[in-house]
């Protein structure tokens, strides 16, 4: 039962994702969603209360997933991948490999145009990663601090949205690229 639950709220959720990539949010009902997944909106209700609640859902289940992945990228390993260390390359790559897994998701969320909720979310993610590498090797940009962050995190975020759609380089490519 489980099982049916969980392919159900994903035939929900690429539904969704599938119209949202194509319309703006406003104009999805769950009607759209349900037609979409060709189910009832008795289904859709069991799963979910609204658009709303199943976009939050869908955003904090992949937000807490890169979380995950990132937990050997934190402190100071940002540098150490940076200088080759293998742990935390394979790290990169398995957030990478995330992504690319969860593509039909992130594309539309991250497209121009809609809603920034998740490239803010995933940009202040990256963020994090950075600034505590910064305090752990003393390292200040001053005044400039936020505006550097935001410059570095806003253009790993565009070029991951940009991998993803072009699909032209391998996960180890743009792990190598990133460090």
Request: net charge neutral; with cysteine.
């Amino acid at each position: 039962y489980q099982n049916k639950n969980f392919r159900t709220e994903e035939k929900i959720k690429r539904s969704f994702m599938k119209l949202y990539a194509e319309r703006a949010f406003k104009e999805i009902s769950v009607t759209d969603v349900c037609r979409e997944a060709g189910i009832n909106r008795c289904t859709f209700y069991l799963h979910y209360d609204c658009i709303e609640d199943m976009t939050r859902q869908i955003r904090g289940e992949i937000l807490s997933e890169i979380t995950k992945r990132t937990k050997h990228l934190s402190r100071h390993n940002i540098y150490e991948a940076q200088r080759g260390n293998a742990k935390e390359n394979l790290a990169l790559v398995e957030v990478l490999s995330y992504f690319r897994e969860k593509k039909e998701y992130i594309i539309p969320l991250l497209m121009p145009g809609k809603s920034n909720l998740f490239r803010e979310d995933l940009r202040a993610s990256i963020s994090e990663l950075f600034y505590a590498s910064f305090l752990f090797y003393g390292q200040s940009f001053g005044s400039q601090q936020e505006y550097v962050l935001r410059f570095i995190t806003g253009g790993i975020v565009d070029d991951i949205y940009l991998w993803l759609i072009n699909d032209d380089k391998t996960v180890e490519e743009m792990s190598n690229f990133f460090m």
